[in-house]
Protein backbone atom coordinates (compact mmCIF):
# COMPACT_ATOMS: atom_id res chain seq x y z
CA UNK A 1 0.00 0.00 0.00
CA UNK A 2 1.13 3.37 -0.64
CA UNK A 3 1.68 5.83 1.79
CA UNK A 4 1.40 9.96 0.83
CA UNK A 5 0.89 13.17 2.89
CA UNK A 6 -1.02 16.32 2.93
CA UNK A 7 -2.87 18.81 4.76
CA UNK A 8 -5.87 18.58 3.41
CA UNK A 9 -7.65 15.80 2.25
CA UNK A 10 -10.90 17.07 -0.35
CA UNK A 11 -12.68 14.61 -1.45
CA UNK A 12 -14.53 15.37 -5.16
CA UNK A 13 -13.33 17.69 -7.98
CA UNK A 14 -16.81 19.23 -8.46
CA UNK A 15 -17.87 23.22 -8.14
CA UNK A 16 -17.60 22.86 -4.02
CA UNK A 17 -14.30 20.90 -3.92
CA UNK A 18 -12.23 23.05 -6.61
CA UNK A 19 -13.73 26.37 -5.62
CA UNK A 20 -12.66 25.70 -1.80
CA UNK A 21 -8.88 24.61 -2.76
CA UNK A 22 -8.43 27.21 -5.23
CA UNK A 23 -8.86 29.83 -2.31
CA UNK A 24 -7.05 27.80 0.18
CA UNK A 25 -4.29 27.87 -1.53
CA UNK A 26 -4.20 31.63 -2.09
CA UNK A 27 -4.39 32.19 1.60
CA UNK A 28 -2.38 29.77 2.73
CA UNK A 29 0.87 27.48 2.63
CA UNK A 30 -1.03 24.57 2.53
CA UNK A 31 -0.91 21.40 0.44
CA UNK A 32 -4.05 20.13 -0.86
CA UNK A 33 -4.97 15.97 -2.04
CA UNK A 34 -7.56 16.00 -4.39
CA UNK A 35 -9.64 12.06 -4.85
CA UNK A 36 -12.89 12.03 -6.79
CA UNK A 37 -13.77 8.76 -8.79
CA UNK A 38 -13.95 10.69 -12.32
CA UNK A 39 -11.60 10.81 -15.14
CA UNK A 40 -11.99 14.89 -15.02
CA UNK A 41 -12.17 17.46 -12.66
CA UNK A 42 -16.08 19.09 -12.61
CA UNK A 43 -17.80 16.79 -11.04
CA UNK A 44 -21.56 15.64 -12.23
CA UNK A 45 -21.16 18.83 -15.08
CA UNK A 46 -18.83 15.69 -17.11
CA UNK A 47 -22.64 13.63 -17.08
CA UNK A 48 -24.62 16.43 -17.80
CA UNK A 49 -26.56 16.87 -21.26
CA UNK A 50 -25.20 19.22 -23.60
CA UNK A 51 -27.62 21.68 -24.07
CA UNK A 52 -27.94 21.98 -20.23
CA UNK A 53 -26.17 25.90 -18.73
CA UNK A 54 -26.02 27.63 -15.77
CA UNK A 55 -28.82 29.04 -14.16
CA UNK A 56 -26.89 32.71 -13.16
CA UNK A 57 -24.55 34.87 -15.34
CA UNK A 58 -21.27 32.89 -15.64
CA UNK A 59 -19.62 35.90 -14.34
CA UNK A 60 -20.10 34.66 -10.83
CA UNK A 61 -19.69 30.93 -11.08
CA UNK A 62 -16.61 28.55 -10.83
CA UNK A 63 -13.09 29.52 -8.62
CA UNK A 64 -12.62 32.90 -7.62
CA UNK A 65 -9.24 33.03 -9.40
CA UNK A 66 -10.72 32.27 -12.96
CA UNK A 67 -13.14 34.07 -14.73
CA UNK A 68 -15.76 31.70 -16.60
CA UNK A 69 -16.81 33.35 -19.73
CA UNK A 70 -15.98 36.89 -21.35
CA UNK A 71 -18.96 38.65 -19.51
CA UNK A 72 -20.86 39.09 -23.02
CA UNK A 73 -24.55 39.44 -23.06
CA UNK A 74 -26.19 37.10 -25.34
CA UNK A 75 -27.42 38.10 -28.28
CA UNK A 76 -29.99 35.46 -29.90
CA UNK A 77 -31.80 33.41 -28.26
CA UNK A 78 -34.29 33.44 -24.78
CA UNK A 79 -31.47 34.58 -22.57
CA UNK A 80 -30.80 37.55 -25.67
CA UNK A 81 -29.89 41.10 -23.61
CA UNK A 82 -28.81 39.08 -20.79
CA UNK A 83 -25.28 37.84 -19.18
CA UNK A 84 -23.93 34.87 -20.72
CA UNK A 85 -24.93 31.33 -19.82
CA UNK A 86 -21.77 29.03 -19.86
CA UNK A 87 -23.13 25.64 -21.32
CA UNK A 88 -22.22 21.54 -19.17
CA UNK A 89 -19.11 21.04 -22.01
CA UNK A 90 -17.87 25.14 -21.46
CA UNK A 91 -18.13 24.31 -17.35
CA UNK A 92 -16.66 21.09 -17.80
CA UNK A 93 -13.93 22.73 -20.20
CA UNK A 94 -13.22 25.32 -17.56
CA UNK A 95 -12.72 22.84 -14.75
CA UNK A 96 -10.18 21.20 -16.61
CA UNK A 97 -8.49 24.71 -17.07
CA UNK A 98 -8.51 25.30 -13.56
CA UNK A 99 -6.95 22.05 -12.80
CA UNK A 100 -4.50 22.33 -15.54
CA UNK A 101 -3.81 25.92 -15.40
CA UNK A 102 -4.08 26.77 -11.47
CA UNK A 103 -4.01 24.26 -8.91
CA UNK A 104 -1.89 21.50 -10.37
CA UNK A 105 1.04 24.02 -11.80
CA UNK A 106 0.72 26.01 -8.39
CA UNK A 107 2.88 22.52 -6.41
CA UNK A 108 0.71 22.36 -3.74
CA UNK A 109 -2.23 20.70 -5.26
CA UNK A 110 -2.04 16.92 -5.74
CA UNK A 111 -4.93 15.14 -7.82
CA UNK A 112 -6.03 11.38 -8.11
CA UNK A 113 -8.21 10.66 -10.35
CA UNK A 114 -10.36 7.51 -11.09
CA UNK A 115 -10.19 7.02 -7.13
CA UNK A 116 -12.26 5.71 -4.77
CA UNK A 117 -12.23 7.10 -1.26
CA UNK A 118 -12.84 4.56 1.40
CA UNK A 119 -12.93 6.18 4.86
CA UNK A 120 -10.08 6.03 7.25
CA UNK A 121 -7.69 8.19 5.16
CA UNK A 122 -7.84 5.13 2.35
CA UNK A 123 -8.78 5.70 -1.06
CA UNK A 124 -8.27 3.31 -3.83
CA UNK A 125 -7.50 3.40 -7.61
CA UNK A 126 -10.45 2.23 -9.73
CA UNK A 127 -8.29 1.04 -12.36
CA UNK A 128 -5.70 -1.40 -10.61
CA UNK A 129 -7.41 -1.52 -7.18
CA UNK A 130 -4.34 0.13 -5.57
CA UNK A 131 -4.74 1.18 -2.01
CA UNK A 132 -3.38 4.38 -0.91
CA UNK A 133 -3.14 5.76 2.36
CA UNK A 134 -3.17 9.21 3.67
CA UNK A 135 -1.66 10.61 6.82
CA UNK A 136 -3.91 13.78 6.65
CA UNK A 137 -2.31 16.43 8.93
CA UNK A 138 -5.00 18.88 9.55
CA UNK A 139 -8.56 17.90 7.96
CA UNK A 140 -10.25 16.00 5.86
CA UNK A 141 -13.19 18.16 3.42
CA UNK A 142 -16.28 16.15 2.47
CA UNK A 143 -16.93 18.05 -0.99
CA UNK A 144 -20.10 15.94 -1.97
CA UNK A 145 -22.30 16.49 0.70
CA UNK A 146 -24.79 17.74 -1.73
CA UNK A 147 -24.24 15.71 -5.00
CA UNK A 148 -26.98 16.22 -7.24
CA UNK A 149 -28.82 12.79 -9.20
CA UNK A 150 -27.78 12.81 -12.77
CA UNK A 151 -30.09 12.05 -15.34
CA UNK A 152 -27.98 9.72 -17.29
CA UNK A 153 -26.68 7.80 -14.61
CA UNK A 154 -29.93 7.65 -11.89
CA UNK A 155 -32.02 4.58 -11.73
CA UNK A 156 -35.60 5.33 -12.60
CA UNK A 157 -37.88 4.77 -9.71
CA UNK A 158 -41.15 3.71 -11.94
CA UNK A 159 -41.75 0.65 -13.37
CA UNK A 160 -40.46 0.37 -17.41
CA UNK A 161 -42.26 -1.70 -19.29
CA UNK A 162 -40.07 -4.03 -22.26
CA UNK A 163 -40.97 -2.03 -25.22
CA UNK A 164 -40.77 1.47 -24.07
CA UNK A 165 -38.24 3.63 -25.58
CA UNK A 166 -37.19 5.71 -22.50
CA UNK A 167 -34.21 8.03 -22.47
CA UNK A 168 -32.36 10.85 -20.50
CA UNK A 169 -32.24 14.04 -21.46
CA UNK A 170 -28.32 13.88 -23.01
CA UNK A 171 -29.56 11.55 -25.60
CA UNK A 172 -31.96 14.19 -27.23
CA UNK A 173 -29.52 15.97 -29.67
CA UNK A 174 -28.35 12.33 -31.00
CA UNK A 175 -31.94 11.65 -32.42
CA UNK A 176 -30.65 11.71 -35.47
CA UNK A 177 -28.58 9.04 -35.22
CA UNK A 178 -31.23 6.92 -33.61
CA UNK A 179 -33.20 6.91 -36.17
CA UNK A 180 -31.49 3.94 -38.04
CA UNK A 181 -32.53 1.33 -35.56
CA UNK A 182 -35.50 3.04 -34.05
CA UNK A 183 -37.15 5.44 -36.40
CA UNK A 184 -37.78 9.32 -35.63
CA UNK A 185 -40.09 9.94 -32.50
CA UNK A 186 -42.94 12.01 -33.62
CA UNK A 187 -44.66 12.32 -29.73
CA UNK A 188 -42.63 12.86 -26.78
CA UNK A 189 -43.46 12.37 -23.09
CA UNK A 190 -41.00 15.02 -20.53
CA UNK A 191 -41.32 13.29 -17.25
CA UNK A 192 -40.26 15.70 -14.17
CA UNK A 193 -41.56 19.15 -13.23
CA UNK A 194 -37.55 20.63 -12.47
CA UNK A 195 -35.38 22.43 -14.31
CA UNK A 196 -34.04 19.24 -16.17
CA UNK A 197 -37.41 18.86 -17.75
CA UNK A 198 -37.71 22.31 -18.44
CA UNK A 199 -34.62 22.31 -20.40
CA UNK A 200 -35.66 19.19 -22.31
CA UNK A 201 -38.87 20.31 -23.17
CA UNK A 202 -37.60 23.85 -24.27
CA UNK A 203 -35.06 22.28 -26.40
CA UNK A 204 -37.46 20.13 -28.28
CA UNK A 205 -39.15 23.15 -28.79
CA UNK A 206 -36.65 24.84 -30.27
CA UNK A 207 -35.17 22.04 -32.35
CA UNK A 208 -38.78 21.52 -34.18
CA UNK A 209 -40.66 19.22 -32.39
CA UNK A 210 -44.60 21.14 -31.99
CA UNK A 211 -45.43 21.50 -28.74
CA UNK A 212 -48.73 19.81 -29.50
CA UNK A 213 -46.66 16.39 -29.62
CA UNK A 214 -45.48 17.03 -25.88
CA UNK A 215 -46.90 15.52 -22.87
CA UNK A 216 -45.48 17.06 -20.13
CA UNK A 217 -46.02 15.26 -16.64
CA UNK A 218 -45.45 17.80 -13.55
CA UNK A 219 -46.28 16.35 -10.44
CA UNK A 220 -45.84 19.53 -8.46
CA UNK A 221 -45.72 23.50 -9.95
CA UNK A 222 -42.97 25.57 -9.00
CA UNK A 223 -42.67 29.23 -8.47
CA UNK A 224 -39.18 29.87 -10.19
CA UNK A 225 -36.53 32.60 -10.33
CA UNK A 226 -36.51 35.42 -13.01
CA UNK A 227 -33.25 35.48 -14.20
CA UNK A 228 -33.38 39.16 -14.87
CA UNK A 229 -32.87 39.69 -11.63
CA UNK A 230 -29.71 38.23 -10.98
CA UNK A 231 -27.42 39.97 -13.58
CA UNK A 232 -24.46 41.30 -12.64
CA UNK A 233 -23.93 44.56 -14.06
CA UNK A 234 -24.54 48.62 -13.17
CA UNK A 235 -26.97 48.81 -16.09
CA UNK A 236 -29.10 45.98 -14.21
CA UNK A 237 -28.97 47.62 -11.08
CA UNK A 238 -32.76 48.66 -10.85
CA UNK A 239 -33.37 45.22 -11.50
CA UNK A 240 -31.31 43.39 -8.64
CA UNK A 241 -30.79 45.58 -6.26
CA UNK A 242 -34.23 47.54 -6.52
CA UNK A 243 -35.85 43.75 -7.09
CA UNK A 244 -33.87 42.67 -3.71
CA UNK A 245 -35.19 45.80 -1.97
CA UNK A 246 -38.39 44.21 -3.37
CA UNK A 247 -37.78 41.41 -2.18
CA UNK A 248 -37.15 42.28 1.49
CA UNK A 249 -40.36 44.29 1.64
CA UNK A 250 -42.38 41.82 0.32
CA UNK A 251 -40.66 39.51 3.29
CA UNK A 252 -41.46 42.51 5.33
CA UNK A 253 -44.94 42.71 5.09
CA UNK A 254 -46.02 39.50 4.00
CA UNK A 255 -48.34 37.52 6.32
CA UNK A 256 -47.79 34.07 5.29
CA UNK A 257 -45.61 32.05 3.11
CA UNK A 258 -48.43 31.64 0.47
CA UNK A 259 -48.84 35.52 1.00
CA UNK A 260 -44.96 35.99 0.43
CA UNK A 261 -44.45 34.57 -2.74
CA UNK A 262 -47.12 36.11 -4.29
CA UNK A 263 -46.04 39.06 -3.24
CA UNK A 264 -42.59 38.02 -4.75
CA UNK A 265 -44.51 37.30 -7.96
CA UNK A 266 -46.50 40.69 -8.26
CA UNK A 267 -42.39 42.83 -8.12
CA UNK A 268 -40.96 40.38 -10.23
CA UNK A 269 -38.44 38.53 -8.53
CA UNK A 270 -40.34 34.95 -8.95
CA UNK A 271 -42.94 33.83 -11.91
CA UNK A 272 -44.89 30.26 -12.08
CA UNK A 273 -45.23 28.77 -15.70
CA UNK A 274 -49.21 28.16 -15.33
CA UNK A 275 -50.31 31.15 -13.88
CA UNK A 276 -54.10 29.47 -13.04
CA UNK A 277 -52.00 26.91 -11.03
CA UNK A 278 -50.60 27.34 -7.69
CA UNK A 279 -46.64 26.23 -6.93
CA UNK A 280 -45.88 24.38 -4.18
CA UNK A 281 -42.15 24.00 -4.80
CA UNK A 282 -39.38 26.22 -5.04
CA UNK A 283 -35.94 24.48 -5.53
CA UNK A 284 -34.38 28.03 -7.08
CA UNK A 285 -35.01 27.20 -10.58
CA UNK A 286 -33.98 30.06 -12.49
CA UNK A 287 -35.30 30.96 -16.09
CA UNK A 288 -36.24 34.43 -18.26
CA UNK A 289 -39.64 35.21 -18.89
CA UNK A 290 -39.55 34.53 -22.25
CA UNK A 291 -38.44 31.09 -21.64
CA UNK A 292 -41.24 30.90 -19.30
CA UNK A 293 -43.88 32.28 -22.32
CA UNK A 294 -42.50 29.49 -24.54
CA UNK A 295 -43.13 26.50 -22.00
CA UNK A 296 -46.49 27.77 -21.65
CA UNK A 297 -47.30 26.78 -25.59
CA UNK A 298 -47.25 22.62 -24.43
CA UNK A 299 -50.90 22.50 -23.17
CA UNK A 300 -51.32 18.72 -22.26
CA UNK A 301 -49.96 19.13 -19.10
CA UNK A 302 -50.67 16.33 -17.10
CA UNK A 303 -50.91 16.70 -13.18
CA UNK A 304 -52.32 13.28 -11.83
CA UNK A 305 -48.88 13.06 -9.38
CA UNK A 306 -45.74 10.88 -9.90
CA UNK A 307 -45.35 8.44 -12.70
CA UNK A 308 -45.31 4.71 -10.79
CA UNK A 309 -45.45 2.74 -14.59
CA UNK A 310 -44.92 3.61 -18.18
CA UNK A 311 -45.89 1.17 -20.97
CA UNK A 312 -45.89 1.39 -24.79
CA UNK A 313 -49.49 3.01 -25.08
CA UNK A 314 -50.21 3.96 -21.13
CA UNK A 315 -48.53 5.72 -18.19
CA UNK A 316 -50.08 4.74 -14.73
CA UNK A 317 -49.73 7.55 -12.13
CA UNK A 318 -50.42 8.24 -8.38
CA UNK A 319 -53.81 9.75 -9.53
CA UNK A 320 -54.93 7.62 -13.01
CA UNK A 321 -53.80 6.02 -16.14
CA UNK A 322 -52.91 7.99 -19.20
CA UNK A 323 -53.00 6.93 -22.37
CA UNK A 324 -49.70 7.69 -24.81
CA UNK A 325 -49.76 7.25 -28.84
CA UNK A 326 -47.57 4.47 -30.65
CA UNK A 327 -43.54 5.49 -31.00
CA UNK A 328 -43.73 7.93 -28.22
CA UNK A 329 -40.51 8.61 -27.01
CA UNK A 330 -40.06 8.77 -23.09
CA UNK A 331 -37.67 11.44 -21.69
CA UNK A 332 -36.78 10.59 -17.89
CA UNK A 333 -35.81 14.10 -16.29
CA UNK A 334 -36.92 13.02 -12.89
CA UNK A 335 -33.36 12.75 -10.96
CA UNK A 336 -33.73 15.39 -8.15
CA UNK A 337 -30.47 17.67 -8.17
CA UNK A 338 -31.51 18.67 -4.60
CA UNK A 339 -32.34 15.21 -2.52
CA UNK A 340 -33.02 16.35 0.84
CA UNK A 341 -30.06 16.15 3.26
CA UNK A 342 -30.40 17.58 6.87
CA UNK A 343 -27.93 20.52 7.16
CA UNK A 344 -25.63 19.91 9.42
CA UNK A 345 -22.11 22.35 10.72
CA UNK A 346 -19.89 22.97 8.82
CA UNK A 347 -16.96 22.68 10.73
CA UNK A 348 -16.56 19.51 13.01
CA UNK A 349 -14.33 19.27 15.49
CA UNK A 350 -10.50 19.37 14.73
CA UNK A 351 -10.34 18.00 11.48
CA UNK A 352 -13.17 17.75 9.29
CA UNK A 353 -14.69 20.06 7.24
CA UNK A 354 -18.33 19.26 5.60
CA UNK A 355 -18.83 21.89 2.37
CA UNK A 356 -22.23 23.65 2.53
CA UNK A 357 -24.45 26.50 1.65
CA UNK A 358 -23.58 29.87 3.56
CA UNK A 359 -25.10 31.95 0.70
CA UNK A 360 -28.42 30.72 -1.08
CA UNK A 361 -28.23 29.63 -3.57
CA UNK A 362 -24.14 29.81 -4.70
CA UNK A 363 -21.99 26.28 -3.80
CA UNK A 364 -19.33 28.14 -5.14
CA UNK A 365 -19.28 30.95 -3.47
CA UNK A 366 -20.12 29.15 -0.08
CA UNK A 367 -17.03 27.03 -0.85
CA UNK A 368 -14.65 29.35 -1.26
CA UNK A 369 -15.77 31.61 1.70
CA UNK A 370 -15.38 28.95 3.49
CA UNK A 371 -11.75 28.26 2.62
CA UNK A 372 -10.92 31.65 3.53
CA UNK A 373 -12.90 31.53 7.06
CA UNK A 374 -10.29 28.23 7.31
CA UNK A 375 -7.29 30.22 6.47
CA UNK A 376 -7.53 33.04 8.52
CA UNK A 377 -9.36 32.16 11.60
CA UNK A 378 -8.99 30.10 14.50
CA UNK A 379 -11.93 28.15 16.75
CA UNK A 380 -14.41 26.09 16.20
CA UNK A 381 -17.34 28.34 17.53
CA UNK A 382 -15.89 31.26 15.47
CA UNK A 383 -15.52 29.46 12.30
CA UNK A 384 -19.22 27.77 12.83
CA UNK A 385 -20.25 31.65 13.56
CA UNK A 386 -18.99 33.13 10.06
CA UNK A 387 -20.37 30.26 7.91
CA UNK A 388 -23.73 29.01 9.43
CA UNK A 389 -25.65 26.81 7.04
CA UNK A 390 -28.10 28.06 5.03
CA UNK A 391 -30.63 25.31 4.24
CA UNK A 392 -31.62 24.81 0.80
CA UNK A 393 -35.39 24.89 1.25
CA UNK A 394 -37.09 21.73 -0.46
CA UNK A 395 -40.71 23.48 0.89
CA UNK A 396 -42.05 26.80 0.37
CA UNK A 397 -42.59 26.89 4.20
CA UNK A 398 -38.86 26.33 4.15
CA UNK A 399 -37.77 29.33 2.11
CA UNK A 400 -38.13 31.87 5.09
CA UNK A 401 -35.76 29.43 6.88
CA UNK A 402 -32.99 29.92 4.60
CA UNK A 403 -33.94 33.88 4.19
CA UNK A 404 -33.27 34.61 8.10
CA UNK A 405 -30.03 32.01 7.53
CA UNK A 406 -28.92 34.28 4.83
CA UNK A 407 -29.19 37.44 6.00
CA UNK A 408 -27.22 36.35 9.89
CA UNK A 409 -24.40 35.42 8.00
CA UNK A 410 -24.28 38.34 6.19
CA UNK A 411 -24.74 40.16 8.84
CA UNK A 412 -21.61 38.61 10.74
CA UNK A 413 -19.67 38.96 7.79
CA UNK A 414 -20.05 42.30 7.97
CA UNK A 415 -19.04 42.38 11.34
CA UNK A 416 -15.45 40.56 10.06
CA UNK A 417 -13.37 44.27 8.72
CA UNK A 418 -11.22 41.62 6.32
CA UNK A 419 -14.01 39.09 5.33
CA UNK A 420 -16.01 41.80 4.59
CA UNK A 421 -13.46 43.23 2.43
CA UNK A 422 -12.78 39.60 0.87
CA UNK A 423 -16.57 39.09 -0.13
CA UNK A 424 -16.60 42.87 -1.88
CA UNK A 425 -13.61 41.91 -3.97
CA UNK A 426 -14.31 38.15 -4.29
CA UNK A 427 -15.38 37.57 -8.30
CA UNK A 428 -17.79 34.88 -7.17
CA UNK A 429 -20.07 37.78 -4.76
CA UNK A 430 -22.33 39.15 -8.29
CA UNK A 431 -24.00 42.12 -6.59
CA UNK A 432 -21.48 43.39 -3.39
CA UNK A 433 -19.28 45.49 -6.11
CA UNK A 434 -23.30 46.55 -7.45
CA UNK A 435 -23.84 48.00 -3.48
CA UNK A 436 -20.68 49.64 -2.67
CA UNK A 437 -19.71 51.30 -5.52
CA UNK A 438 -22.34 54.17 -5.91
CA UNK A 439 -21.77 57.42 -6.05
CA UNK A 440 -22.75 59.24 -3.20
CA UNK A 441 -24.56 61.91 -5.77
CA UNK A 442 -26.35 59.48 -7.81
CA UNK A 443 -29.74 60.04 -6.02
CA UNK A 444 -31.67 57.25 -7.48
CA UNK A 445 -29.41 54.57 -6.79
CA UNK A 446 -28.67 55.99 -3.32
CA UNK A 447 -32.74 55.88 -2.33
CA UNK A 448 -32.87 52.19 -3.44
CA UNK A 449 -29.80 51.03 -1.55
CA UNK A 450 -31.85 53.03 1.45
CA UNK A 451 -35.06 51.38 1.13
CA UNK A 452 -33.41 48.48 0.50
CA UNK A 453 -31.57 48.65 4.06
CA UNK A 454 -34.83 49.31 5.91
CA UNK A 455 -36.57 46.47 4.10
CA UNK A 456 -34.00 44.32 5.32
CA UNK A 457 -34.22 45.14 9.38
CA UNK A 458 -38.32 44.75 8.46
CA UNK A 459 -38.27 41.02 7.10
CA UNK A 460 -35.58 40.17 9.76
CA UNK A 461 -38.31 40.93 12.43
CA UNK A 462 -41.17 39.38 10.20
CA UNK A 463 -39.42 35.93 8.75
CA UNK A 464 -39.12 34.27 12.19
CA UNK A 465 -43.18 35.02 12.44
CA UNK A 466 -43.67 33.53 9.38
CA UNK A 467 -41.91 30.23 10.42
CA UNK A 468 -44.02 30.74 13.58
CA UNK A 469 -47.04 30.97 11.63
Known sequence: ??????????????TAGLAFTDTLIDHSD?????VDRRGKPGGHWNDAYSFVTLHQPSAFYGVNSMELGHRRKDTIGLNKGLYELASGPEV????????????????????????????????ESILSGERTRVRVRRKVVDATHFSPAIPSTHTPRFEVVPGVRLVPPNALPRLWDDQRSNGLPRRFVVLGAGKTAMDAALWLIQAGASPDAIQWIVPRDSWLVNRVTTQPAPEFFKEVIGGQADQMEACARATSTADL??????????????????????????????????????????????VQRIAPDHMLLDQ????????????????????????????????????QLVRLPQPAFSAALIAYVEAHHDGLEKKNRLCGTVPFPYTLDDYPRALIANMRNQVQWGLDKDLRQW??????????????GIAPEDAEKQAIMARFKESAAGAMGNLPKLLGA
Do not use: W
Not at 95 to 100: T, Y
Open 261 to 306: FLRLEACGAVMRIHREHTPTMFHLATVTPGEAEVLRRIEQVIRLGR
Open 1 to 14: MNSIETDYLVIGSG
Open 92 to 123: SSYFERVMNHKLLPSGRVAYHRMCNHLGGGEF
Open 30 to 34: AHVTI
Open 320 to 355: GHVPVAPDTLFIDCTASAVEPRPSQPIFQGDDRIVL
Open 423 to 436: VRESRLDGFGKLMT
